[in-house]
């Protein structure tokens, strides 16, 4: 279903996020006959936000607010549902509104469906697709394209509607907004796949089939694939025209730099991030910009001015010959391990642990283990954090639980020596303490400023 199909539409909307904000605005204003009558909500009241705001915000004032066992009632009595895309398509209320019938779907797809995925580069993976969409969009303007960053990071997709065509479109997308989206973009790249969102997917086999139907939607002509991911080499067969990165015979990592077909293009001092994982980003990018024949820029030339985005491998303070390194974007081992390979002449003292999504933590204590680190774990996977340290033969003095932030980053302090980095790269999710990983990342830099007395 396209936007512009939605005239005289009665339509139920589930959350009052970014997303569903940005559809009510653009309803509003381009389909003035549709009308949102229905607002399904897990938490309609909070604090910031009272029912009034809510519909206020969704210019709907006359709209019913429902949640629990009423929404499935209320909504069914609507033409489509939107949902936010935190709500999941697997959850029992929408699977029922769906075995009736009901077309359920989210601002992006919407956005997709009307412009059929042209001229988009559609980001996805577990880790690494927010510094890989903000790649593509610099090397594409670098290469004088004019370029919109959408979705995830950017603007909401459908807030593009109001502005001038471009000549491209990155937008980042998660598995929450695949998972039943009807129409793809025009080039779909795969950073990687790891376990991850168990909770909203209900399983690592439904994650892992809602995050690769990016690769045969409508709208797809190309795609771009991780070669150095054992998962993702193994669908290759079902993608649509695949190209690989991270291969000796595309763009690769070398011990040198950034490489082509073997060649150095960008030696390893010209590379703006840090972490193999990060050049592995930008392999990623280029191969990209060669799928939909984008003339290259000037490499190395074309890196220059690229930064770290927020809480990914960020430095935020250093004080007594110690880094202080916030990345607390990191919820995964995987991306945990990407994060101390990414240090390799300093000592570590991770700070790890939070929500539990059965993450297993073994290979990460070995490498922990193997390289000599401390580890602080914060509740609650922090102790089997610990205790994969331990198994894989860490002492027990340098493996430590702490019952929250400001004891580890006591701790911390206490342990670090010159040369030391005092890495937040938790390998899991934030929610059991903080609202979501900016909050965390926020709390451990005010304990470094206020605690420690020391400030980036």
């Not at 549902?81 to 601002?107: Q, Y």
């Not at 969409?133 to 290469?143: E, G, N």
């Not at 840090?274 to 990018?285: F, P, Q, V």
């Not at 990414?342 to 073994?362: A, C, K, N, T």
Request: hydrophobic letters at 45%; aromatic letters at 4%; a negative charge.
């Amino acid at each position: 279903m396209r936007f512009s199909e939605l005239e005289g539409a009665q339509i139920g909307v589930w959350g009052a996020g970014r997303e569903i904000r940005s559809f009510a605005a653009q309803l509003h204003s381009r389909v003035p006959s549709a009308r949102i009558v229905v607002v399904a909500s897990d938490d309609p009241l909070s604090a910031d936000m009272s029912s009034a705001d809510v519909l206020e915000a969704l210019t709907a004032p006359d709209a019913r607010i429902v949640s629990g066992d009423d929404a499935v009632t209320a909504l069914a009595t609507c033409d489509l549902v939107v949902r936010s895309p935190g709500v999941s398509v697997h959850r029992p209320e929408l699977r029922e509104l769906s075995a009736r019938g009901m077309p359920i779907t989210t601002a992006t797809s919407l956005w997709l469906a009307e412009v059929n995925g042209s001229g988009v580069i559609g980001i996805t993976g577990t880790k690494g697709k927010s510094t890989t969409a903000t790649l593509v969009a610099h090397l594409a303007r670098s290469a004088g394209r004019t370029v919109e960053l959408a979705g995830n990071i950017g603007v909401p997709a459908l807030d593009l509607l109001d502005r001038p065509s471009s000549d491209l479109t990155v937008v980042e997308l998660s598995s929450y907004q695949i998972a039943d989206m009807a129409v793809g973009p025009e080039l779909a790249v795969v950073t990687n796949l790891h376990q991850e969102h168990i909770d909203w997917h209900g399983s690592a086999e439904s994650y892992r089939s809602d995050k690769l139907r990016i690769l045969s939607l409508g709208g797809v002509r190309a795609t771009v694939l991780n070669g150095r991911d054992e998962q993702l080499r193994a669908v290759a067969h079902e993608a649509l025209a695949p190209s690989f990165y991270g291969v000796p015979e595309g763009w690769d990592v070398t011990a040198e730099g950034i490489a082509f077909k073997g060649g150095l293009v960008a030696p390893i001092a010209d590379v703006p991030l840090r972490g193999e994982h990060n050049a592995l980003n930008l392999c990623a990018a280029l191969t990209a910009i060669d799928a939909l024949g984008i003339p290259r820029p000037p490499l190395p030339d074309a890196l220059r001015g690229i930064t770290s985005l927020p809480h990914r491998l960020e430095v935020v303070a250093e004080h007594d010959g110690v880094i202080w390194v916030d990345d607390s974007i990191s919820t995964t081992p995987e991306s945990t391990l990407a994060a101390l390979a990414s240090f390799p002449g300093h000592e570590i003292i991770l700070v790890g642990g939070g929500q539990d999504r059965d993450q297993d933590y073994s290979a990460l204590g070995r490498m922990l283990a193997q390289r000599d680190a401390i580890v602080l774990g914060l509740p609650v996977t922090g102790s089997r954090l610990v205790a994969a340290a331990r198994q894989a033969g860490m002492a027990d003095a340098r493996a430590v639980e702490v019952d929250d932030m400001e004891t580890a980053i006591g701790l911390a302090r206490t342990f670090a020596r010159s040369g030391a980095a005092v890495l937040l790269s938790p390998a899991a999710p934030s929610y059991n303490t903080y609202r979501n990983f900016e909050e965390r990342a926020r709390h451990f830099r005010a304990l470094i400023d206020e605690i420690l007395g020391v400030s980036g």
